[in-house]
């Protein structure tokens, strides 16, 4: 057991064994996360070879949500088997928009994804998806380890960051 408080090893892909950084793209669940390029090269290689004329085997996965193709370095979340970019999951936009609404309303507390999902009338995993997408603006600060203003556990938190107002 760790040290309360105590900086965790990064997690390890699967494939490769590196380390997977924050803000790396990944496919897969915890305890069973890819890199992107991991997962598709992995997904290439278990598909049967194909002439030239097949070469959708080859391609980049595509989208279910917007039909669009899935590159390297693009942010996704795996959903029922496949990937779907951030940016087409689960009520997004305005599934987004009332999160974002929140916090700005309750201005620097830090809220965790229950009191969230709770606050807003949304699901869960939504809620962490939605997480997802804010923590890639600088207008939005996730920390891993604080008190949450809702429940006063400590949790993965996330805040609108004032000085962006």
Same mark, same amino acid.
């Given at each position: 057991?760790?040290?309360?408080?105590?900086?965790?090893?990064?997690?390890?892909?699967?494939?490769? /064994?590196?380390?997977?950084?924050?803000?790396?793209?990944? +496919?897969?669940?915890?305890?069973?996360?890819?890199?992107?390029?991991?997962?598709?090269?992995?997904?290439? +290689?278990?598909?049967?070879?194909?002439?030239?004329?097949?070469?959708?085997?080859?391609?980049?996965?595509?989208?279910?949500?917007?039909?669009?193709?899935?590159?390297?370095?693009?942010?996704?979340?795996?959903? /029922?088997?496949?990937?779907?970019?951030?940016?087409?999951?689960?009520? &997004?936009?305005?599934? /987004?928009?009332?999160? &974002?609404?929140?916090?700005?309303? /309750?201005?620097?507390?830090?809220?965790?994804?229950?009191?969230?999902?709770?606050?807003?009338?949304?699901?869960?995993?939504?809620?962490?998806?939605?997480?997802?997408?804010?923590?890639?603006? &600088?207008?939005?600060?996730?920390?891993? +380890?604080?008190?949450? +203003?809702?429940?006063?556990?400590?949790?993965?938190?996330?805040?609108?960051?004032?000085?962006?107002?």
């Amino acid at each position: 057991m760790g040290i309360a408080g105590a900086p965790q090893p990064d997690p390890c892909c699967i494939t490769c /064994n590196g380390p997977i950084l924050p803000g790396d793209s990944v +496919a897969g669940t915890p305890g069973g996360m890819q890199h992107l390029t991991c997962w598709i090269a992995q997904r290439q +290689a278990d598909k049967p070879d194909r002439g030239f004329h097949d070469s959708p085997s080859i391609q980049d996965p595509v989208c279910p949500r917007c039909s669009s193709p899935i590159s390297p370095g693009q942010h996704v979340y795996f959903g /029922n088997g496949v990937l779907v970019h951030l940016r087409c999951g689960p009520g &997004a936009p305005q599934a /987004n928009e009332v999160v &974002a609404k929140f916090l700005k309303e /309750n201005g620097g507390s830090d809220f965790c994804h229950g009191c969230l999902a709770k606050s807003t009338g949304l699901p869960l995993d939504d809620v962490r998806r939605i997480v997802m997408r804010l923590r890639l603006s &600088a207008m939005y600060h996730v920390s891993i +380890a604080r008190p949450c +203003a809702g429940c006063t556990e400590t949790h993965l938190t996330v805040r609108v960051d004032v000085s962006h107002f």
